[in-house]
């Protein structure tokens, strides 16, 4: 079993539409979560972090289930410039390496 | 630097010959990470520093793999005998923490190094 694991779409969605991305990830001592997004041919940037309690920055929002081992983002009114591959990411514990996901492609369209 | 700087930005290489990638972190940054990208996939961690620490070197492929880091600052990825299953974007990063705290923010990544063995 892949240790991060994600649908790699890709997903098209027209603007303004709402899509959500999910991923899982293998080991239950996961202690931080994160979303990053790469553009094509770029390096991956931070998008935000995860939390337990769920978080919110503008039209993103980062959901974690850790009984399910299950993290999920929202993106509200998608934008052209929405489009990339968005990465989700663990660390098990401090002291260790981020574990990437293989990532979930969006493409946003007018 | 404002940035993480990497070097070369492209790198053709011919099957068996030795490559050095370069990796220049953000000034006081204390950890430092390689990871490759082969072509639509994932990143593969290969190997981090931190401080004075003996490096994490778990995900190094093959020991054709090495790097070092010199005074805790500039980094060096050396490809011995490249095979043309290394090329892959070569991408570094840096953090102010070993790992991840709580909610701190993650890496910064250079622009990586393409790497191609021809």
């Known amino acids: 079993r892949k240790e991060v694991e994600q649908d790699p779409g890709p997903f098209n969605v027209p603007e303004g539409a709402t899509v959500a991305f999910n991923c899982t990830y293998s080991n239950s001592a996961s202690q931080s979560f994160f979303w990053y997004r790469q553009d094509c041919r770029k390096e991956p940037k931070l998008l935000m972090s995860v939390y337990s309690s769920g978080n919110e920055d503008g039209r993103f929002t980062a959901q974690l289930n850790r009984a399910s081992q299950y993290i999920s983002l929202l993106i509200r009114d998608s934008k052209l410039s929405d489009s990339a591959t968005y990465l989700c990411?663990?660390?098990?514990?401090?002291?260790?390496?981020?574990?990437f996901g293989k990532g979930t492609t969006l493409s946003v369209s007018s | 630097g404002a940035g993480v700087s990497q070097s070369p930005s492209n790198k053709v290489t011919e099957k068996g010959k030795d490559v050095e990638l370069r990796c220049d972190p953000i000034s006081g940054h204390t950890a430092l990470y390689w990871y490759r990208q082969s072509l639509g996939q994932g990143l593969e961690f290969l190997i981090y520093?931190?401080?004075?620490?003996?490096?994490?070197k778990s995900g190094l492929p093959s020991d054709r793999f090495s790097a070092e880091r010199t005074g805790g600052s500039v980094s060096t990825l050396t490809i011995q005998r490249t095979q043309q299953e290394d090329s892959a974007v070569y991408l570094c990063?840096?953090?102010?923490?070993?790992?991840?705290?709580?909610?701190?923010?993650?890496?910064?990544f250079g622009s990586g190094t393409r790497l191609t063995v021809v």
């Open positions: 990411v663990v660390n098990y514990q401090a002291g260790t390496a981020l574990i």
């Open positions: 990063a840096s953090s102010l923490v070993f790992g991840v705290v709580g909610g701190v923010p993650g890496y910064t």
């Open positions: 520093f931190q401080g004075n620490s003996a490096p994490d």
